[in-house]
Structures are given as C-alpha cells and as structure tokens.
C-alpha cells in the first residue's frame, strides 16, 4: 500500500499483497497459464491459482475456488469464459476480495447479453463495495513493486522494466500491452504504470487518474480514450493533474466511423468531438491525433516533467540551430501549424553570433544555420552557438537539426548539457544523416535531458508540449501570487 498516505481503493490493484488467479493453468497457449506465470515469476507478494479443473498449477497448490482460498486476497484476477465470470464475482465479494480485475472478453463490446453479464457483475461489486477493473481488458503493469497481469506471457518481465515517471492510461488493452512492449523493453521510456481499463464497468479514467495524480513515483501521464465516462468530473481530475503533472490525451472517436469502431470494440459511447477537444484543452491537457504523437509526447514529459523556464509573456517563441536551411524552413512551417513562433533575436544577439561564430560573409538569423561555421570553426561552433541563443531573451525554447555522421564521437555533449541547465529553457532535437550513429546520437542527447525525434513534426509537437506545460504552471503559479 502507498507509504505515508490514506489507504486508496485502488491500492488494491495496484499494490497487492496478494493475488489469486482465476483460470489459472499451466497450459501455455492460454492466457490464464501467462497470468499466473508472469506473476509467480515476478510479484514479491502471495500467488494463488485457482481453477476448479486442477490440484496444482506450475508447482503451486491450486484451489477450486476463491471461496476456499486460506484467506481473503487483495486483489483477485479473473480470466475465465464471461458467462462464468459472475459466479466468480459473488464468490470474490463474500470472501472479503478488495478489487477484483476482470480481464475476460464477451461483455458490453458484444451487444445485450454481454451488456447484461457486465451489469451484473458491477452491480455485484457495488453492492460489496468491492472495486472491479475491467472487463474486457489486459489489466495493469506497475513497475515499482513490480506487477504485471497481462494475458501475454513475457519472461523476466520484471526484471526488464526500468522503473521510470510515466503512466499509460488505455481505454484498449492490447494498445497498453502493446506499447509497452513496443517502446518500453527498446528503451524508448521507461514507466511508473501501465493501465489498461477496458469497458470500465467500474473503475475508470476518472478513478486513475486521480490515484495517479498522488502517486510519487508518477510525474507525467497519456491517455488513449474511447469515450469518458464521468465528463464533468474527469475534465475536473485532469485540472487537478495538471497543476502536478503534464497530461496528454488521444480521444478517439471524431468521425462517426469510429465512434462506431469504437462501440463494438469496448461498447463506449462516443460524445461530441468538437465540445470534448475544448473541453480538455481549457482543463489543461494537451490532445494529440495519433498513438505516434501520443508517445512522443510520453518520452519527451518522461524525460523531462518538470516545467521548463520561459523568457517571453508569450511563452512560445523558438529559436533553431541547424546544419540544414530546408529542414529549417520546414520546421518553421510546422511551428506556426502549433501556434508558436520563431523568435525575433536581439541585435546583440545577431551581434555576438556574426562576431563569435560565423564567417564575415554570412549574416546570421533564425533559424541559425550554422553549417558554414562549422566548416569554419568545427563544432565549437554549434556549442558556442547554443549558449547565446539560449542567453537571448526573447527565446523560449530551442531546436536543434545536426547531422549525424563519425562527427557525433565529437559532438560537446557535457557542454551542451551544462549550458541548457544553466538556462533551463526546454531543448528538442531532430536528427538525419548516417543512420548508423543515429542510436549514439539519441543516446548522449538522452544522458543530458534532450529528446531526440527522427521526424520533424514530431520535434516540433514536443517543443509544443514543453512550451505549452510550462505556461500551464506559469498561469496557475501567477493566479497564487
């Protein structure tokens, strides 16, 4: 349970002491049999199988069922057909369960009769003042104290997720499961939660995203939503997020298409697009388009939650150093696309560039291409660069284009870093050239707080992402002076 903090409900799921599993078996190509595996391989707390059919499940006593468990446990996990997952829940709720995860299919996403099972089992829960996640869902990863439910069995889970300050929030159980496979184990963030609801037959977005807002090792979260479920009071949870934590939101669901997509995928009822855009806009969260953009702005916030200083009233004017004016001229196209703008430098700043760095022949401007510098100068000439651009202070934020190439061995990467820490104005990188050293690049530039993107659209969402969280804070600090 959470240190030094009231008891939360959904400590229960999140921070068990104990787990029994229904369905669990040591059939492998079952979802029951990765479940418990998973769990017995890595969760530090008691493992009970259960299962009607078996005396032992991977070497560990088995029980009929959660009634004749030795003890009520704190959270119980049901895979098992939907039409039996109602005697499972009356079960779990007269032996004292605190939170039940079900994670079988067959509910409200099939139509009536999955709607009728769904309602029953709620209604079981509530009437117990029992919690249940799900159905229809892959359930939860945390990665300190380790816990992975999934039905997807992955050896040395456990060992393998980097605790880290994101949390993923997923309306679709696989989307949760599979990102975190996807960008988690390649090193692309690493994450405090991983929740997939599912139907939300009772706990939902609202219920998370509160319980994570006090989490202390949760400093950033995205969302992947189908549909809200308590609109005034989640637009009210995001609010309060916001003043702790950036929040990033993809709500599916614009087209009529999709709503539908959406309906026979988790049974969510999709509302009006335009009014829920605003909506999460004036709470404070930032609304991405795509599962790309969505954890793009999770590694940016991962790397860097904390709001960046801001120079102008504005909080939205960029400065860009690059080694190409095309990607600069792009770039600019996309910033303005994001309502930000290129910053205006000083004339001491034009000064000190012209004098310190570039050569006689070339007159400098933003963006500052500095490629006959470098040519010039080598790369004291992008290091000297970056300090008074990032010294003006007409300029909020700053996005570098290199290149990549047997150069990056020598890029001034502890000098850049001490530079961006002693302004503390947020930093985006995009890279191109020689693939090869793309992965050294990213990863020096990681080690000194700077993400890396090798898309420019991308680079420049997260410089809005930056810049929009920063004047955030900056608004609510303002309103409590």
């Known amino acids: 349970m959470k240190d030094d903090a009231p008891l939360d409900p959904l400590d229960f799921f999140f921070r068990p002491r104990s787990v029994a599993v ?78 039940v995860l079900v ?44 816990l992975f439910t999934p039905f997807m069995r992955l050896p040395g889970m456990n060992m393998r997720v980097a605790q880290g300050n994101l949390a993923i929030v997923a309306q679709s159980g696989m989307m949760a ?43 950033a979260v995205v969302l992947y939503l189908e549909s809200v479920s308590r609109g005034r009071e989640f637009l009210r949870a995001v609010r309060e997020a916001t003043e702790r934590m950036p929040v990033v939101v993809l709500k599916a669901g614009r087209s009529e298409q999709s709503k539908r997509a959406a309906a026979s995928h988790t049974g969510s009822i999709a509302g009006d697009d335009g009014v829920a855009g605003g909506a999460l806009r004036q709470a404070g969260a930032l609304r991405v388009k795509d599962f790309g953009e969505l954890m793009a702005l999770g590694r ?10 801001l120079s102008t009233p504005e909080g939205n004017r960029v400065a860009v150093i690059t080694v190409t004016g ?43 291409d500095i490629w006959p510098a470098v040519e010039k100068r080598g790369l004291a000439a992008l290091e000297r660069s970056v300090e008074i651009v990032l010294a003006d202070e007409g300029v909020d934020g700053l996005l570098l284009l290199p290149f990549a190439s047997r150069m990056v061995r020598d890029y001034p990467f502890a000098a850049l870093g001490e530079t961006l820490r002693r302004w503390g104005k947020a930093a985006v990188s995009w890279v191109f050239g020689d693939r090869r050293f793309f992965e050294q690049f990213d990863r020096s530039m990681e080690d000194i707080g700077v993400p890396v993107f090798p898309d420019l659209s991308l680079c420049a969402l997260a410089m809005h992402g930056y810049l929009h969280y920063a004047r955030l804070r900056r608004r609510s600090s303002e309103r409590w002076e």
């Open 177 to 219: 499961a599979g990102f975190m496979i996807q960008y988690l184990l390649t090193g692309y963030f690493k994450v405090s939660k991983a929740c997939a609801i599912g139907n939300k037959a009772d706990v939902d977005e609202t219920d998370v995203l509160r319980y994570l807002t006090g989490d202390r090792s949760t400093r």
């Open 326 to 368: 095309g990607g600069g001229v792009v770039l600019s196209d996309l910033l303005q696309d994001l309502g930000l703008r290129l910053a205006d430098l000083t004339p001491s700043t034009l000064k000190r560039l012209q004098e310190e760095v570039f050569p006689e022949w070339m007159g400098p401007a933003n963006p500052v």
């Open 22 to 99: 229904v369905g669990a078996t040591p059939d492998r190509s079952k979802g029951g049999y990765a479940i418990i595996a998973n769990l017995l391989e890595g969760f530090e707390g008691k493992v009970w199988p259960v299962n009607p059919g078996r005396r032992e499940v991977l070497g560990v006593p088995c029980f009929p069922s959660v009634r004749e468990l030795p003890e009520a446990p704190d959270l119980a996990v049901v895979f098992v057909p939907a039409e039996r997952v109602p005697g499972v829940v009356r079960d779990c709720a007269d032996k004292g369960v605190r939170a």
């Open 103 to 146: 994670e079988s299919g067959g509910f409200a996403e099939v139509g009536e009769r999955g709607a009728a099972l769904q309602e029953e089992i709620a209604g079981t829960a509530r009437r117990a003042g029992m919690r249940l996640w799900g159905p229809n869902c892959t359930g939860l990863v945390n990665s300190d104290p380790p």
């Open 300 to 309: 940016a916030f991962a790397m860097h939650p904390e709001p960046f200083r």
